[in-house]
């Protein structure tokens, strides 16, 4: 069922991406990994919908409040608009929260991989931000593959979260990397096996990027060793979702 | 498999909630062409089709159409043996 939400607060995280603070009604709360759908309609009726991330845990204090991050699509058809227009105290239709797969909670077994590509690191900062709120200590690490140090999303919150002794944040640049930082290049085996939990850890591994990146990050970690159904994935596109 | 234009069934979460009561991204589903059984999470999803397209991810198979009109919507399960959704 779609509801309408109001925009509480809009917070530039890079160039390209901005994350939105929602307002929602009746939020009936959600579980970190969780996604919604965002339908805009134009003034002659044509409607398009996207699905998004939530970029936040929930917690009981901050019930009805939930945070999107959006990266801009270049000609896309929903994202400029939420990126470079839409505006606090403007209304946003959405749909959800939806999906049980691609989720962490706190009471589930064992240590806890993050892979993200790009934007794919908006679900895995909720679920470290659900680690974080539910004071876990389950061992999590993040791989988090970006262009650029201008790409990052969540700079000084990945800050935060890399000083718990529980959570460890390893980024990986594909075309320019910060002084000091040697290495270029994407994620590949070497990475893989010096950074990533080893295939007897037990871990549960969760990769979100866009669809080459998924597959690419899917396939290193099965033929690593890893147990394909302990990989779970999420995907996204130029074309954003349904 | 080279084209990569797909999404996965989470994308496809959205749209199926208005259709079912329970979440099916972490429904097991067999595929009717191939036999193989996966969550559907793992589906290719695309969305650049008429409506919404799920394809078995071993076979390519049409597993499930999504197709939304102004006021009634199509769901077509003709590639799917069944759905296994655990009890809540």
């Given at each position: 069922?779609?509801?309408?939400a109001?925009?509480?607060g809009?917070?530039?995280?890079t160039e390209t991406a901005?994350?939105?603070?929602l307002?929602v009604?009746?939020?009936?709360?959600?579980?970190?990994g969780?996604h919604l759908?965002?339908?805009?309609?134009a003034p002659?009726?044509y409607?398009a919908?996207?699905?998004?991330?939530i970029?936040?845990a929930?917690?009981a204090?901050?019930?009805s409040t939930i945070?999107?991050t959006?990266?801009q699509?270049?000609r896309?058809?929903?994202?400029p608009?939420?990126v470079?227009?839409?505006?606090?105290g403007?209304?946003?239709e959405?749909?959800?929260?939806?999906?049980?797969?691609?989720v962490?909670?706190?009471?589930?077994?064992?240590?806890v991989q993050?892979?993200?590509?790009g934007s794919g690191v908006?679900?895995?900062r909720a679920m470290l931000?659900a680690h974080a709120?539910?004071?876990?200590?389950?061992?999590f690490r993040?791989?988090?593959?970006?262009?650029?140090?201008?790409?990052?999303?969540y700079?000084?919150?990945l800050?935060?979260?890399?000083?718990?002794d529980d959570?460890?944040?390893r980024?990986?640049y594909?075309?320019?990397a910060?002084a000091?930082e040697?290495r270029v290049?994407?994620?590949?085996?070497?990475?893989?096996?010096?950074?990533a939990f080893?295939p007897?850890d037990g871990?549960?591994t969760y990769v979100?990027?866009?669809t080459?990146f998924?597959?690419?990050?899917a396939d290193?970690l099965?033929?690593a060793?890893?147990d394909?159904?302990?990989?779970r994935t999420e995907?996204?596109?130029?074309t954003?979702?349904p | 498999?080279?084209?990569?234009?797909?999404?996965?069934?989470?994308a496809?979460?959205?749209s199926l909630?208005e259709?079912f009561?329970v979440?099916?991204?972490s429904?097991?589903?067999?595929?009717?062409?191939?036999?193989r059984t996966s969550?559907?999470a793992?589906?290719h999803?695309?969305?650049?089709?008429p409506?919404?397209?799920a394809?078995?991810?071993?076979?390519?198979?049409?597993?499930?159409?999504?197709?939304?009109?102004p006021?009634?919507?199509?769901l077509?399960?003709r590639?799917?043996?069944?759905?296994r959704v655990p009890?809540?």
């Amino acid at each position: 069922m779609w509801q309408v939400a109001t925009v509480t607060g809009v917070r530039r995280e890079t160039e390209t991406a901005r994350t939105i603070e929602l307002e929602v009604p009746d939020w009936p709360g959600h579980v970190a990994g969780q996604h919604l759908d965002v339908r805009l309609t134009a003034p002659d009726g044509y409607r398009a919908s996207r699905s998004y991330s939530i970029a936040s845990a929930w917690t009981a204090s901050h019930s009805s409040t939930i945070e999107l991050t959006v990266e801009q699509v270049p000609r896309g058809e929903v994202s400029p608009y939420l990126v470079d227009v839409l505006n606090v105290g403007d209304p946003l239709e959405i749909r959800g929260p939806v999906g049980g797969w691609f989720v962490w909670k706190p009471e589930q077994d064992g240590p806890v991989q993050l892979i993200g590509g790009g934007s794919g690191v908006v679900p895995l900062r909720a679920m470290l931000r659900a680690h974080a709120s539910a004071g876990s200590t389950t061992p999590f690490r993040l791989l988090y593959s970006v262009r650029r140090p201008e790409s990052v999303i969540y700079v000084s919150d990945l800050k935060e979260l890399a000083s718990s002794d529980d959570v460890d944040v390893r980024l990986v640049y594909t075309r320019d990397a910060p002084a000091g930082e040697p290495r270029v290049g994407r994620i590949d085996a070497d990475v893989i096996s010096e950074h990533a939990f080893k295939p007897g850890d037990g871990a549960t591994t969760y990769v979100c990027g866009p669809t080459p990146f998924v597959e690419t990050v899917a396939d290193l970690l099965v033929a690593a060793g890893h147990d394909p159904a302990r990989v779970r994935t999420e995907r996204f596109g130029p074309t954003g979702g349904p | 498999m080279s084209e990569t234009n797909y999404l996965d069934g989470n994308a496809a979460a959205g749209s199926l909630s208005e259709l079912f009561a329970v979440d099916l991204t972490s429904a097991i589903a067999q595929c009717n062409g191939c036999g193989r059984t996966s969550v559907f999470a793992e589906a290719h999803v695309f969305v650049d089709a008429p409506g919404m397209v799920a394809r078995c991810p071993g076979c390519d198979s049409v597993l499930l159409r999504v197709v939304t009109r102004p006021n009634d919507t199509y769901l077509d399960l003709r590639g799917l043996t069944y759905l296994r959704v655990p009890n809540s």
